[in-house]
């Protein structure tokens, strides 16, 4: 079963109409604030993340271990935040300190299994998803320039040879060439919308699957355990239940579990 989309990033049931929709729109806006968001995310997680492995070398800045922490803690929650743009915010949580002193905060905070996923999202999986993003925006940025030629043209003969009147490209700064190329553009804008939509979807997956708190894997057998039943965890004595009517040998059965009681 596939994941539903995004109740922002959910297309319509037509093609055709899909760049004339508010969707592409939201998509473009997101993955266009990841390179200057996330860039700007990425250096200070980075720097963070060395300033640490250098401070932790050293005995007297060993504290400040706890708050180049919160720094990359921090980019986290802004990059949680954006995807409130197409989606809900991503929620979080991080482990508490439960023991006081200075050691307990820097074993807790440095440790923190979502500092890690923190540390993996803004720096390891910040190229791949830059340039999934751009491509995508490229492609569809390309695609509203080509239908709107026909306005701007005759801007096209400053761009040198490749569309002077010589030059292999002529053909784009004449009126019927650009409405050619306006049409082909038109044609593709829904497959251009459509990619950009795919994109800000998988990369909203990424963010969410390594940002979110990990779920606990043994939840369902704990609920199990949890409801009264045969596996139920509760003491049998504590357990309430009508017994049934004595059956012939003067025994009485608790419902649902065949127990003699």
Same mark, same amino acid.
């Given at each position: 079963?596939?994941?539903?989309?995004?109740?922002?990033?959910?297309?319509?049931?037509?093609?055709?109409?899909?760049?004339?929709?508010?969707?592409?729109?939201?998509?473009? @806006?997101?993955?266009?604030?990841?390179?200057?968001?996330?860039?700007?995310?990425?250096?200070?997680?980075?720097?963070?993340?060395? =300033?640490?492995?250098?401070?932790? *070398?050293?005995?007297?800045?060993?504290?400040?271990?706890?708050?180049? /922490?919160?720094?990359?803690?921090?980019?986290? *929650?802004?990059?949680?935040?954006?995807?409130?743009?197409?989606?809900?915010?991503?929620?979080?949580?991080?482990?508490?300190? +439960?023991?006081?002193?200075?050691?307990?905060?820097?074993?807790?905070?440095?440790?923190?299994?979502?500092?890690?996923?923190?540390?993996?999202?803004?720096?390891?999986?910040?190229?791949?998803?830059?340039?999934? #993003?751009?491509?995508?925006?490229?492609?569809?940025?390309?695609?509203? @320039?080509?239908?709107?030629?026909?306005?701007?043209?005759? /801007?096209? #003969?400053?761009? =040198?040879?490749?569309?002077?009147?010589?030059?292999?490209?002529?053909?784009?700064?004449?009126?019927?060439?650009?409405?050619?190329?306006?049409?082909?553009?038109?044609?593709?804008?829904?497959?251009?919308?459509?990619?950009?939509?795919?994109?800000?979807?998988?990369?909203?997956?990424?963010? *969410?699957?390594?940002?979110?708190?990990?779920?606990?894997?043994? /939840?369902?057998?704990?609920?199990?355990?949890?409801?009264? =039943?045969?596996?139920?965890?509760?003491?049998?004595?504590?357990?309430? @239940?009508?017994?049934?009517?004595? +059956?012939?040998?003067?025994?009485?059965?608790?419902?649902?579990?065949?127990?003699?009681?």
């Amino acid at each position: 079963m596939t994941r539903p989309a995004p109740g922002r990033l959910r297309p319509p049931a037509s093609l055709v109409r899909l760049p004339l929709s508010a969707a592409p729109w939201l998509a473009a @806006g997101y993955l266009a604030g990841y390179p200057l968001v996330g860039g700007a995310l990425f250096a200070v997680a980075t720097a963070a993340f060395l =300033g640490g492995v250098v401070l932790s *070398q050293f005995t007297v800045t060993v504290p400040l271990l706890v708050g180049l /922490a919160w720094v990359i803690r921090g980019c986290a *929650q802004v990059e949680r935040g954006r995807a409130a743009l197409v989606d809900r915010p991503i929620p979080y949580r991080y482990s508490e300190v +439960t023991e006081p002193g200075l050691p307990a905060h820097i074993r807790t905070r440095c440790a923190d299994p979502a500092i890690v996923r923190d540390c993996v999202y803004l720096i390891l999986l910040f190229p791949p998803l830059l340039v999934l #993003d751009l491509f995508a925006l490229v492609i569809w940025l390309l695609s509203l @320039g080509c239908l709107t030629l026909p306005l701007w043209y005759r /801007a096209t #003969d400053v761009s =040198g040879r490749l569309a002077g009147e010589d030059g292999m490209l002529a053909w784009v700064h004449t009126l019927p060439g650009a409405l050619a190329l306006a049409l082909v553009a038109l044609v593709l804008l829904p497959f251009a919308a459509r990619l950009l939509l795919a994109t800000a979807r998988l990369h909203l997956t990424v963010a *969410q699957a390594v940002l979110r708190p990990v779920g606990d894997p043994l /939840a369902e057998a704990k609920g199990v355990l949890d409801r009264p =039943g045969p596996l139920s965890a509760v003491p049998g004595g504590l357990r309430t @239940g009508t017994p049934t009517e004595p +059956t012939e040998n003067g025994e009485s059965h608790e419902p649902n579990t065949g127990r003699a009681s």
